[in-house]
C-alpha cells in the first residue's frame, strides 16, 4: 500500500506541489492536484474522463473551463477566511487559470462521463454548517455535498477544526460498498495549519488493525484515507484547515460508527 502521508514537493514548472493519482495512491477513484501559482502564472488541464473541481485556497484567478470565461474568482486571502470561490469542470473538457495574484489552487477529480456544464460555484452557494458539541464542534463548508445535483462522482467539502478539537470524530468509515447502509468512498485530506509551525494528528485504522497508522500532519500535507477511520486532531492554539476529497461507485455519503465510540456526540 502506498504510504498514506504525501509531503508537497517544491513547486514545479507549473507550480504544482501535489499530483495526487487513482495510480500513485493505489486506489480508483480520486485524483488531486494543488498549485501554488505566482501573480501571472497559468495553469491549465484537459478532464478526459474525469470531472474537476477547482477551489481557490486563497488568492485571485481568472479562469475559463469548456470554451467559456468565468472571469475573475477568489477573494480569500487564507482558506480559514470563509466559504470559497470553486470551478466545476466536466468530462471530456478542461481548464485554464490565470493567477491575479499569488495563489493557491486545489484541483479535485473523479471519474464522469462529461454529462454537465462547466459552472462557477460562489460562496454564497457553499452550504455552512457546524458540527458536533464541545471540543468535537467543527465548521463545515459543503462545495459538492452528495445533495448536489452538479457533480457525477465528486465529493467536495472544507473543514475547519478549532485548536484543542477534533474532527472527522466519533471515528466513521465508508469503505463498503453496501449502499444504502454504507458506501465505497475514497478519500484524500488535505491540511493547512493557521500557524505553519505547529502540526496535528491523523490517525487511520481498521476494525481488525491491519491498517494502522497515525501521522503527524503539517502544513500543507495530504492524507490519503483508503479505507478505515480517520479521525483528526488539532492541537490546543492549532486551528486546522482540511479540503476533503470523495468518490466512489455511488455517489452518497454512508457512513458507519466506530462500535466502540456510538455513544458520542458526532
Known amino acids: 500500500m502506498p504510504h498514506l502521508l504525501v509531503r508537497p514537493s517544491a513547486p514545479d514548472a507549473g507550480g504544482a506541489v501535489h499530483r495526487i493519482t487513482p495510480a500513485s495512491a493505489g486506489w480508483r477513484y480520486v485524483g488531486f492536484d494543488v498549485f501554488r501559482l505566482k501573480a501571472g502564472q497559468a495553469a491549465q488541464q484537459s478532464t478526459g474522463g474525469e470531472e474537476h473541481c477547482l477551489v481557490l485556497l486563497s488568492g485571485k484567478a481568472r479562469v475559463s473551463a469548456g470554451?467559456?470565461?468565468?472571469?475573475?474568482?477568489?477573494?480569500?486571502?487564507?482558506?480559514?477566511?470563509g466559504a470559497p470561490w470553486s470551478l466545476y469542470v466536466p468530462g471530456r473538457s478542461g481548464w485554464a487559470a490565470t493567477a491575479e495574484t499569488d495563489c493557491e489552487l486545489a484541483v479535485c477529480k473523479a471519474p464522469a462521463e462529461g454529462r454537465l456544464h462547466a459552472r462557477v460555484i460562489p460562496p454564497q452557494d457553499v452550504g455552512l454548517e457546524t458540527r458536533g458539541k464541545g471540543t468535537n464542534?467543527?465548521?463545515?463548508?459543503?462545495?459538492?455535498?452528495?445533495?448536489?445535483?452538479?457533480?457525477?462522482?465528486?465529493?467536495?467539502?472544507?473543514?475547519?477544526t478549532p485548536g484543542g478539537h477534533w474532527s472527522s470524530y466519533?471515528?466513521?468509515?465508508?469503505?463498503?460498498?453496501d449502499f444504502p447502509r454504507e458506501t465505497y468512498l475514497?478519500?484524500?485530506?488535505?491540511?493547512?495549519?493557521?500557524?505553519?509551525?505547529?502540526?496535528?494528528?491523523?490517525?487511520?485504522?481498521?476494525?481488525?488493525?491491519?491498517?494502522?497508522?497515525?501521522m503527524a500532519v503539517s502544513d500543507g500535507d495530504v492524507v490519503l484515507v483508503p479505507k478505515g477511520y480517520h479521525p483528526v486532531g488539532a492541537p490546543h492554539?492549532?486551528?486546522?484547515?482540511?479540503?476533503?476529497?470523495?468518490?466512489?461507485?455511488?455517489?452518497?455519503?454512508?457512513?458507519?460508527?466506530?462500535?466502540e465510540l456510538t455513544f458520542l456526540t458526532w
Open 137 to 160: 464542534v467543527r465548521h463545515v463548508r459543503n462545495i459538492l455535498p452528495d445533495v448536489s445535483p452538479h457533480a457525477e462522482s465528486l465529493l467536495v467539502v472544507e473543514v475547519i
Open 170 to 177: 466519533p471515528p466513521h468509515k465508508h469503505d463498503m460498498d
Open 237 to 259: 492554539g492549532i486551528d486546522l484547515f482540511y479540503l476533503n476529497v470523495m468518490a466512489g461507485p455511488v455517489r452518497q455519503w454512508k457512513f458507519t460508527m466506530s462500535p
Open 67 to 81: 470554451g467559456k470565461e468565468f472571469g475573475v474568482i477568489g477573494e480569500r486571502s487564507s482558506p480559514f477566511e
Open 186 to 214: 475514497e478519500e484524500t485530506y488535505y491540511h493547512r495549519l493557521a500557524q505553519p509551525g505547529g502540526f496535528a494528528l491523523q490517525r487511520v485504522y481498521t476494525d481488525d488493525r491491519s491498517l494502522d497508522e497515525t
